[in-house]
């Protein structure tokens, strides 16, 4: 059974940094054709993709979000991290982890993750 | 900026039809964009439907069908009941590692 699970802070302080853990089971970090998104949701609000990670490090970042993001994987670990820099009030959102099924389909994303719900305020 | 547009709601009948679509602000959707759909009702992670374009996922009803129509992909639900009143997602693969999801669309059945 494939499961991602996310871990972090519930609260942080504006200006701070995020940093989320997604650990994985049930499938390998190493494998080839997969990999792991992160994908957020503000509350009442529409998902967004944020970036990912496959085996051989290759990563990608939203376009209006990567000078704030960075993506890393431990593999030995089976978790992948994300970092966001410079956190606001508008980055409270739900933080999910999602494993991407196929690299020639990164928007091909299951199972999720049950999400972690960050909160940005001082 | 291209934004992923669906429609902001939408509502259907028990029983009924249902298309959602998803376009782009500028051009059109094709299969090349990968499109996948995905539900979510309230207070939950968002389970994959379909993906590249009409492959339905594993475990999920054949009532849940995708397909391009004219320039945007589309959703169709056929007999709609009442637990398919949800969130719906579209995400486009915008090529360069970008994926981008629409705005979403909140399916009424009633």
């Known amino acids: 059974q494939v499961t991602l699970k996310e871990s972090g802070p519930v609260l942080v302080k504006p200006t701070e940094t995020l940093t989320l853990t997604c650990t994985v089971s049930g499938f390998s970090l190493s494998n080839a054709r997969m990999g792991v998104s992160w994908i957020r949701q503000p509350p009442g609000k529409a998902l967004e993709w944020l970036a990912h990670?496959?085996?051989?490090?290759?990563?990608s970042y939203s376009t209006s979000l990567k000078s704030r993001l960075t993506i890393s994987k431990d593999t030995s670990k089976s978790q992948v991290v994300l970092t966001m820099t410079n956190m606001d009030p508008v980055d409270t959102a739900t933080y999910y982890c999602?494993?991407?099924?196929?690299?020639?389909?990164?928007?091909?994303?299951?199972?999720w993750g049950q999400g972690t719900l960050v909160t940005v305020s001082s | 900026q291209t934004v992923v547009t669906q429609e902001p709601s939408f509502s259907v009948s028990p029983g009924g039809t249902v298309t959602l679509t998803c376009g782009l602000s500028s051009g059109s959707v094709s299969t090349s964009y990968y499109p996948s759909w995905y539900q979510q009702t309230p207070g939950q992670a968002p389970r994959t439907l379909i993906y590249?374009?009409?492959t339905r996922s594993s475990g999920v009803p054949d009532r849940f069908s995708g397909s391009i129509l004219g320039n945007k992909a589309a959703l169709t639900i056929t007999g709609a009941q009442a637990d398919d009143e949800s969130d719906y997602y579209c995400v486009l693969y915008m090529g360069s590692g970008i994926s981008m999801f629409g705005g979403g669309t909140k399916l009424t059945v009633l």
């Open positions: 999602a494993r991407i099924l196929d690299r020639l389909r990164p928007n091909w994303f299951d199972p």
């Open positions: 990670i496959f085996s051989n490090d290759e990563k």
């Open positions: 590249s374009t009409n």
